[in-house]
């Protein structure tokens, strides 16, 4: 009961790594609120987590939801322990496949998402909080066809440092997780057929140092280590869950 009595935010917790998260967070004793869009899960979703877990929906890039997901999060918990902003998208994209669409998507629901989800939440943290923004292995190197999603993730890990130094005085904590390739929905949402997707998910095993791709539980192990008392000595660093691929 790594988590006993602790209130947590997940952004994205519908599915994949925050759902993952969740799951995990709740089984060592947190009270979880999730978000998504898409509210047709949150059924499936809260028989999965329990009575636990609140499921709230909202845009990450509006910060009107977030605000109004903010205020559900202040009645149902009172205050937060842990915000992991986790919402997110990757999406392949060479310098000429940009274009305004895109380009405001990736930065919209990355960046922008993760600076008013702790803005709205920024009151309701309690002394001691730990806030994990999800980052991603494609900004630890150069990598080919995905500069825009590696630069919002880079942006993330900057911003994991500026606001450590700006909650210093409530002790809130402030760090990153960069997965690798990880087996979630993500890439089944790019709108190619189930071929295409098994054969993208062969290749980036192959990829991988460790030889698989990583399984969403993966980053909800580092999620729990940063969420808890245990790393407490640990701040404004990423910490890199990728089987090897942008270290070895
Ligand atoms: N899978 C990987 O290989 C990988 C690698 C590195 C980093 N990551 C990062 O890990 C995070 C989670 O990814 P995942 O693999 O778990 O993907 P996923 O299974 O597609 O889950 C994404 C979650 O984010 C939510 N979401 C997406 N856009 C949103 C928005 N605008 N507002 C609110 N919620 C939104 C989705 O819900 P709705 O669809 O209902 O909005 C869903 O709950 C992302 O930040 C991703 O960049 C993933």
Request: proline share 2%.
């Amino acid at each position: 009961m790594r988590l006993n009595n602790k209130s947590v935010l997940i952004t994205g917790g519908t599915s994949g790594i925050g759902l993952a998260t969740a799951r995990l967070f709740i089984s060592e004793g947190a009270r979880v609120a999730v978000t998504g869009r898409n509210d047709s899960v949150f059924d499936r979703v809260r028989t999965e987590l329990g009575e636990n877990a609140l499921t709230l929906k909202g845009d990450v890039r509006s910060i009107g939801d977030m605000r109004a997901i903010a205020a559900e999060v202040k009645k149902s918990f009172g205050g937060l322990d842990v915000v992991f902003a986790n919402a997110g998208r990757a999406f392949p994209s060479a310098i000429n496949e940009i274009d305004e669409d895109l380009y405001d998507d990736i930065m919209d629901i990355n960046v922008k998402g993760a600076v008013f989800t702790l803005q709205a939440v920024l009151p309701d943290l309690r002394e001691g909080a730990s806030v994990i923004l999800n980052t991603s292995f494609v900004a630890q190197t150069g990598r080919h066809g995905i500069s825009l999603t590696a630069a919002a993730k880079a942006a993330l890990r900057s911003l994991a440092r500026s606001w450590s130094y700006e909650f210093l005085d409530r002790k809130i904590r402030v760090n990153a997780i960069a997965p690798g390739a990880m087996d979630t929905p993500l890439i089944s949402k790019w709108g190619m057929s189930e071929e295409w997707v098994r054969d993208r998910k062969a290749e980036f095993a192959k990829a991988v140092p460790v030889g698989h791709m990583g399984k969403a539980e993966d980053i909800a192990y580092a999620a729990l280590y940063l969420a808890s008392d245990e790393s407490s000595y640990v701040v404004g660093t990423e910490l890199v869950v990728d089987g090897g691929a942008s270290q070895l």
